[in-house]
């Protein structure tokens, strides 16, 4: 199974080779590489260096835990999740904690720490999952999150597993090819909606 982005310039094999499994593997995820992916989203670009991110995470081999936060998940996410040896939440912070402002690029920069875990993870031999579908209220109740920080996205995370152990249709998208817009429809120059002439 080969879900490498089919790219019309070149991209580091890291980015290209990174997609959204629902089928992992039952390998443990060390509490080392653990530790290396939220280093790698610790170094994340924000908004005045605030870091407004903040990460839940529950290992499979603290059994409470891990059913705690995967109950914190949509069914229809906990049907395929439940395979990830780690299951995490992201969370932003919504307000600038140097004047107390709402900081409109809290989940932006959310999602920059994200992806930079997505990266290490690349470079480590596993994959992530993030998903929109949770139970935010349900998941700031249980983890007593403060007012000032919104419950934004799980994340599945751990090995490759084998696409076969997925009931359908998600066996099915599994093994479909990843699919994107063309660059025309989202790099535009002199107005809306008109490409970029380089591309
Ligand atoms: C913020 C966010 C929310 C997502 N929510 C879900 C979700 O609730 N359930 C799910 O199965 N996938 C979810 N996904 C995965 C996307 O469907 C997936 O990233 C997209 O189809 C592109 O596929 P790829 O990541 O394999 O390239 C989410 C991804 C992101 C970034």
Known sequence: MDKTAVTHYPIHELLAKRWSPRAFSGKAVTAEVLGSLFEAARWAASCYNEQPWRFIVARREEPDAYDTLLGCLVEGNQAWAVQAPVLMLGIAKQTFTRNGKPNA???????????????????????????????????????????????????????????????????????????????????????????????
């Open 105 to 199: 690029h809290a989940r932006h920069d959310l999602g920059l720490a994200t992806a930079g875990m997505m990266a290490q993870a690349g470079a480590l031999g596993l994959y992530m999952h993030a998903m929109g579908g949770i139970l935010p209220e349900k998941a700031a109740g249980i983890y007593r999150v403060p007012d000032d920080f919104q419950v934004c996205t799980g994340i599945a995370l751990g090995y490759l597993g084998d696409p076969e152990s997925l009931a359908e249709p998600m066996k099915t998208g599994e093994l479909e090819a990843r699919v994107r817009k063309p660059l025309t429809e989202i790099v535009f120059a002199s107005g809306w909606e008109e490409p970029a002439g380089f591309l």
